[in-house]
């Protein structure tokens, strides 16, 4: 079939020009040695100013890590990694603490500049113009282009800027960078970090738990509705290193927060890894709803570099009535393998899982979700939709367990896969867990290409085929897309457009 | 690889590793088989799986494995009136063939023993993977069984019984059975015995040849004191069908692998099973399918219903290769859950690696629906029988399906038997 050649021919094609994002800054860095061991982590620490509880928390934590093995389970394949060859702290050189913007590194200010994230507040709060390049060049659409956005900004190693911050202390919520908060309100980070996701969690958790370096920190105390969305924006951008970020998330008795994460990386031939840990607390009536647009360097059309995206998130519902949404656009990274979940801990509390994995190329995804059922009347949903083109595999993994307690616990789970071309696999490996009489799960999953009727119709409509194909894609992804906040569908749905570009025909 | 110390060997382990060492001077093989059973000896060796290795996660075998009975060579046990009347029975009593079979027109029987003292089936003696812990059980003791080969185009009038009775001890059991291009049959594999500690082995190992039409019956009705490791092998081939029925229906601990490859375009496969459990049991259906060349069907539909303590487990993964293109696989696995003290957990999976098929699975766990149970109520029926109905047509719903008759009704007889029992 000429069509089927031709999808092959174009998946081939596909070339490194695609990932826009895959520029190299040079900036002054400030570098720990190589390497990682008690000595590193006194560093990292000392440097961020740390108070001991801190440095001792990650101390046990290394402890912990040495003891461990790396898990091989995932249907993932890599070389193994060196934890010794990566550089674990790695910061731009400025003046200590910029109290400004006006005193950040301005080659760092046009990397974010060229990225299209808006750092400066007034640009946005007139909203009048889209921010160019300061070397004339257009900047391409970008998902942070719009709206007020406070914007948390991780360069490598440590957060480089946070706006909005004012404006947003005004309403009692705070927003800073995570080694800000260990400084400025320890009480509020000894209280809730780790305490979702323990040092002792899992293998790429305790390594994180020991080297983390920067993240953010939200507060959203008792009854705010935070007047704006949150967004964390990292880049990685230095040579071997590896980013291990921290996000804190705590939204007090019947607080509101929606929180975007965005993330890009240069064009490397090395593999560089990206191991964060992401907390959410709700309590009592509080909402949290986390949607991340991931797009880190995927690697080259041969497979060649890339990020490895080996991440930890997970939200404890600890309230009653308490919700946390994760929605995920999953295009970037060599590999992807993480899981966001939610702990449906109090009475009446909720979780949400939307997902769409796009692979195309070499990319290998393991994700998915858990859903643990502990409250009484909880309820879950989870709408996994996952595109392989390419050489890539896609899987979905996911459990949804209702515990001995958790009576009337309630899931639905549905994944589908979309397989484009013939060198691609899609998985689906979902876990069911029933220890509750009264729990009622339904989990329905399909498997399928483009149907040649849908493509019909559509073209027969005097719509050519690649846009076609665009079109059903993005009706297959339509469910999940509707969750975004509005800043980031667009963009999402272009995102797409462009992992695909090329893989269909 | 593993560059840990071996954990210390639990009593079973221990136990099963002595008894080879008794029995292998009893054990018949000629040198190929014998070299076989040493290697299956040492994946044993090794540990019996835990939930670490991913086939076993609900299932593991090294702690709720507590005990090994012994080999109990004067236990009596008598064949079974078969489940289907008029079949021709082939039984195996405490793990061994008997000498005075059946004539079936178009049927050669032969005793495993005896393939096993000329060696012709120790090519089908390999496990199927590292994790295949059953089959390297079987192959380490396997002692007899049956040979069955239906010549190509034979149509049995009857159908063929195979019984696996013990009476208590171990058992090691293998089934083979080559079903001739173009022939038709029906068989049913019992599985019982008395009420004694057993460990029972089983394996079976089916050829559908080109256009044969299969009907192949589980029943499994062990009791509560048996561990029943269990497994089912096939092939399908060219524009043949397999219709697999699984009821199981008693053992303490009990491991049902369904293994199955089609090998020729147009074969088609189905799978339906029955997990009736109650009391203090644990239950696993394991089935793993490989769509292997285009052009191949498969549909699944797993009911299971848990009372009392008992644990249940359905792992279901179809494997849809590279070239198995216009594959169509449906999987559907519902439980309902009766007891607080219950529990299910499924895992259906679907790895596909061919872009033009059609596949699906759907999985639920649920209580009895209100609604129903308010309907039949609503017109007068107690709550207990207006449960019991809504349960027994939750299962007896996919008896129906095999359309045979006489197959309907014996095995909703076996339903009732259940029912009747454990209701």
Redesign the interface.
């Given at each position: 079939m000429p069509a089927v050649q031709e999808t092959i021919d174009r998946v081939r094609k596909i070339d490194v020009d695609q990932y826009k994002y895959g520029f190299q800054t040079e900036i002054e860095m400030d570098k720990a040695p190589k390497g990682l061991s008690e000595d590193i982590i006194r560093f990292i620490s000392a440097k961020k100013d740390e108070p001991d509880w801190m440095l001792e928390w990650r101390l046990g934590a290394y402890r912990r890590w040495l003891t461990l093995e790396e898990p091989t389970?995932a249907r993932v394949h890599f070389p193994k990694i060196d934890f010794q060859d990566i550089y674990y702290y790695a910061a731009p050189k400025s003046t200590p603490g910029p109290k400004s913007l006006s005193e950040v590194d301005p080659e760092l200010l046009k990397v974010y500049e060229k990225l299209g994230i808006p750092l400066k507040e007034q640009e946005i709060l007139a909203g009048v113009q889209k921010p160019t390049a300061a070397d004339g060049e257009e900047i391409g659409d970008n998902v942070y282009k719009s709206g007020r956005v406070a914007v948390d900004a991780v360069f490598d190693s440590v957060s480089v800027v946070t706006t909005f911050k004012e404006e947003l202390a005004k309403a009692g919520v705070i927003f800073c960078s995570i080694s800000e908060a260990i400084r400025e309100h320890p009480e509020l980070v000894q209280k809730y970090l780790g305490s979702v996701v323990p040092t002792s969690d899992n293998f790429y958790a305790t390594l994180n738990s020991a080297v983390f370096t920067d993240g953010s920190f939200v507060f959203v105390p008792k009854g705010v509705r935070c007047p704006m969305e949150l967004s964390t924006y990292f880049r990685i951008n230095e040579k071997n290193t590896g980013q291990f970020e921290r996000t804190l998330i705590i939204a007090e008795e019947g607080a509101y927060v929606s929180y975007l994460e965005g993330c890009t990386a240069p064009q490397r031939d090395e593999n560089q890894l990206h191991a964060a840990v992401v907390e959410l607390v709700a309590l009592d009536d509080a909402e949290i709803k986390y949607s991340t647009v991931q797009n880190w360097y995927p690697g080259d059309a041969e497979g060649k570099g890339g990020i490895y995206n080996f991440v930890t998130k997970r939200g404890d519902c600890r309230g009653d009535r308490s919700k946390i949404s994760w929605t995920q656009v999953e295009t970037g990274s060599a590999i992807t393998w993480k899981y966001p979940s939610c702990i449906l801990r109090g009475d009446d509390s909720s979780g949400e899982f939307y997902s769409i994995a796009v692979s195309n190329g070499y990319q290998q995804v393991d994700s998915g979700t858990k859903m643990i059922h502990l409250g009484k009347n909880t309820s879950s949903r989870i709408i996994s939709k996952g595109i392989a083109a390419g050489f890539s595999q896609n899987t979905y993994r996911g459990q949804v367990s209702a515990h001995?307690k958790a009576t009337n616990a309630r899931n639905f789970t549905n994944c589908d896969?979309l397989?484009?071309?013939?060198?691609?696999?899609?998985?689906?490996?979902?876990?069911?867990?029933?220890?509750?009489?009264?729990?009622?799960?339904?989990?329905?999953?399909?498997?399928?290409?483009i149907s040649e009727d849908q493509k019909f119709y559509v073209m027969q409509r005097g719509i050519p085929e690649e846009e076609a194909i665009a079109l059903i894609v993005n009706g297959f992804v339509k469910d999940v897309i509707q969750q975004l906040p509005m800043e980031f569908a667009v963009e999402a749905q272009k995102l797409i457009g462009i992992s695909l570009e090329g893989s269909v025909g | 690889m593993n560059m840990h110390a071996q954990p210390q060997r639990t009593l079973a382990e221990t136990a099963l590793i002595d008894a080879f060492g008794e029995r292998l001077s009893q054990l018949p093989g000629d040198g190929a088989v014998m070299v076989k059973r040493d290697d299956a000896i040492e994946a044993i060796k090794h540990g019996l799986p835990t939930r670490r290795v991913?086939s076993w996660?609900y299932t593991d075998l090294r702690r709720l494995l507590t005990s090994v009975p012994a080999f109990e060579a004067g236990a009596v046990v008598k064949a079974l009136a078969p489940v289907l009347e008029g079949s021709a029975v082939l039984p195996v009593l405490n793990g061994i063939s008997q000498t005075k079979l059946p004539e079936i027109e178009g049927v050669t029987v032969q005793r495993l023993s005896e393939k096993l003292t000329d060696g012709s089936v120790a090519p089908g003696l390999d496990p199927y993977g590292d994790d295949d812990a059953i089959g390297a059980l079987n192959t380490a003791f396997v002692a007899d069984g049956y040979f069955v080969d239906i010549a190509d185009g034979t149509e049995l009038e009857k159908p063929i019984e195979l019984q696996n009775l013990q009476a208590g001890g171990q058992s090691h059991v293998r089934l083979l059975a080559r079903v001739g291009a173009g022939a038709k049959a029906i068989v049913v594999e019992r599985q019982a015995g008395e009420r004694d500690e057993a460990l029972v082995s089983s394996v079976s190992q089916l050829v559908v040849g080109d256009g044969a039409q299969v009907t192949w019956l589980i029943v499994q009705e062990q009791p509560e004191t048996a561990t029943h490791l269990a497994q089912f092998k096939a092939h399908i081939g060219k524009d043949a069908k397999l219709t697999l029925f699984v009821m199981n229906a008693g053992g303490r601990l009990v491991r049902q692998e369904v293994v199955v490859r089609t090998t020729g375009e147009g074969a088609d496969f189905k799978l339906r099973g029955i997990n009736l459990l109650a009391g203090d049991t644990h239950t696993d259906t394991t089935m793993v399918l490989d769509h292997a060349v285009p052009h191949t069907t498969s549909t699944e539909v797993i009911r299971n219903v848990v009372t009392g303590k008992a644990r249940g487990v359905f792992q279901g993964r179809i494997n849809v290769h590279?070239y198995a293109?216009k594959t169509n696989a449906k999987m559907a696995c519902n439980?309902l859950?009766?007891?607080?003290d219950?529990?299910?957990?499924?895992?259906?999976?679907?790895?596909?690696?061919?872009?033009?098929?059609?596949?699906?699975?759907?999985?639920?766990?649920?209580?009895i629906d209100h609604n129903h149970l308010f309907y039949l109520m609503a017109r007068g029926i107690d709550e207990k029988s207006a449960r019991g109905l809504l349960v027994k047509a939750f299962v007896a719903e996919v008896i129906e399906e095999l359309e045979d008759e006489a197959l309907v009704e014996a095995l909703e007889e076996r339903l009732d038997g259940w029912f009747s029992t454990h209701g």
């Amino acid at each position: 079939m000429p069509a089927v050649q031709e999808t092959i021919d174009r998946v081939r094609k596909i070339d490194v020009d695609q990932y826009k994002y895959g520029f190299q800054t040079e900036i002054e860095m400030d570098k720990a040695p190589k390497g990682l061991s008690e000595d590193i982590i006194r560093f990292i620490s000392a440097k961020k100013d740390e108070p001991d509880w801190m440095l001792e928390w990650r101390l046990g934590a290394y402890r912990r890590w040495l003891t461990l093995e790396e898990p091989t389970w995932a249907r993932v394949h890599f070389p193994k990694i060196d934890f010794q060859d990566i550089y674990y702290y790695a910061a731009p050189k400025s003046t200590p603490g910029p109290k400004s913007l006006s005193e950040v590194d301005p080659e760092l200010l046009k990397v974010y500049e060229k990225l299209g994230i808006p750092l400066k507040e007034q640009e946005i709060l007139a909203g009048v113009q889209k921010p160019t390049a300061a070397d004339g060049e257009e900047i391409g659409d970008n998902v942070y282009k719009s709206g007020r956005v406070a914007v948390d900004a991780v360069f490598d190693s440590v957060s480089v800027v946070t706006t909005f911050k004012e404006e947003l202390a005004k309403a009692g919520v705070i927003f800073c960078s995570i080694s800000e908060a260990i400084r400025e309100h320890p009480e509020l980070v000894q209280k809730y970090l780790g305490s979702v996701v323990p040092t002792s969690d899992n293998f790429y958790a305790t390594l994180n738990s020991a080297v983390f370096t920067d993240g953010s920190f939200v507060f959203v105390p008792k009854g705010v509705r935070c007047p704006m969305e949150l967004s964390t924006y990292f880049r990685i951008n230095e040579k071997n290193t590896g980013q291990f970020e921290r996000t804190l998330i705590i939204a007090e008795e019947g607080a509101y927060v929606s929180y975007l994460e965005g993330c890009t990386a240069p064009q490397r031939d090395e593999n560089q890894l990206h191991a964060a840990v992401v907390e959410l607390v709700a309590l009592d009536d509080a909402e949290i709803k986390y949607s991340t647009v991931q797009n880190w360097y995927p690697g080259d059309a041969e497979g060649k570099g890339g990020i490895y995206n080996f991440v930890t998130k997970r939200g404890d519902c600890r309230g009653d009535r308490s919700k946390i949404s994760w929605t995920q656009v999953e295009t970037g990274s060599a590999i992807t393998w993480k899981y966001p979940s939610c702990i449906l801990r109090g009475d009446d509390s909720s979780g949400e899982f939307y997902s769409i994995a796009v692979s195309n190329g070499y990319q290998q995804v393991d994700s998915g979700t858990k859903m643990i059922h502990l409250g009484k009347n909880t309820s879950s949903r989870i709408i996994s939709k996952g595109i392989a083109a390419g050489f890539s595999q896609n899987t979905y993994r996911g459990q949804v367990s209702a515990h001995r307690k958790a009576t009337n616990a309630r899931n639905f789970t549905n994944c589908d896969s979309l397989l484009i071309g013939d060198q691609c696999g899609a998985h689906t490996v979902p876990y069911m867990e029933a220890k509750n009489a009264t729990a009622k799960f339904e989990h329905e999953a399909t498997t399928s290409k483009i149907s040649e009727d849908q493509k019909f119709y559509v073209m027969q409509r005097g719509i050519p085929e690649e846009e076609a194909i665009a079109l059903i894609v993005n009706g297959f992804v339509k469910d999940v897309i509707q969750q975004l906040p509005m800043e980031f569908a667009v963009e999402a749905q272009k995102l797409i457009g462009i992992s695909l570009e090329g893989s269909v025909g | 690889m593993n560059m840990h110390a071996q954990p210390q060997r639990t009593l079973a382990e221990t136990a099963l590793i002595d008894a080879f060492g008794e029995r292998l001077s009893q054990l018949p093989g000629d040198g190929a088989v014998m070299v076989k059973r040493d290697d299956a000896i040492e994946a044993i060796k090794h540990g019996l799986p835990t939930r670490r290795v991913e086939s076993w996660h609900y299932t593991d075998l090294r702690r709720l494995l507590t005990s090994v009975p012994a080999f109990e060579a004067g236990a009596v046990v008598k064949a079974l009136a078969p489940v289907l009347e008029g079949s021709a029975v082939l039984p195996v009593l405490n793990g061994i063939s008997q000498t005075k079979l059946p004539e079936i027109e178009g049927v050669t029987v032969q005793r495993l023993s005896e393939k096993l003292t000329d060696g012709s089936v120790a090519p089908g003696l390999d496990p199927y993977g590292d994790d295949d812990a059953i089959g390297a059980l079987n192959t380490a003791f396997v002692a007899d069984g049956y040979f069955v080969d239906i010549a190509d185009g034979t149509e049995l009038e009857k159908p063929i019984e195979l019984q696996n009775l013990q009476a208590g001890g171990q058992s090691h059991v293998r089934l083979l059975a080559r079903v001739g291009a173009g022939a038709k049959a029906i068989v049913v594999e019992r599985q019982a015995g008395e009420r004694d500690e057993a460990l029972v082995s089983s394996v079976s190992q089916l050829v559908v040849g080109d256009g044969a039409q299969v009907t192949w019956l589980i029943v499994q009705e062990q009791p509560e004191t048996a561990t029943h490791l269990a497994q089912f092998k096939a092939h399908i081939g060219k524009d043949a069908k397999l219709t697999l029925f699984v009821m199981n229906a008693g053992g303490r601990l009990v491991r049902q692998e369904v293994v199955v490859r089609t090998t020729g375009e147009g074969a088609d496969f189905k799978l339906r099973g029955i997990n009736l459990l109650a009391g203090d049991t644990h239950t696993d259906t394991t089935m793993v399918l490989d769509h292997a060349v285009p052009h191949t069907t498969s549909t699944e539909v797993i009911r299971n219903v848990v009372t009392g303590k008992a644990r249940g487990v359905f792992q279901g993964r179809i494997n849809v290769h590279q070239y198995a293109q216009k594959t169509n696989a449906k999987m559907a696995c519902n439980t309902l859950l009766l007891s607080d003290d219950g529990e299910f957990s499924t895992k259906p999976e679907l790895e596909i690696f061919a872009d033009d098929v059609v596949c699906g699975h759907g999985a639920t766990v649920t209580e009895i629906d209100h609604n129903h149970l308010f309907y039949l109520m609503a017109r007068g029926i107690d709550e207990k029988s207006a449960r019991g109905l809504l349960v027994k047509a939750f299962v007896a719903e996919v008896i129906e399906e095999l359309e045979d008759e006489a197959l309907v009704e014996a095995l909703e007889e076996r339903l009732d038997g259940w029912f009747s029992t454990h209701g």
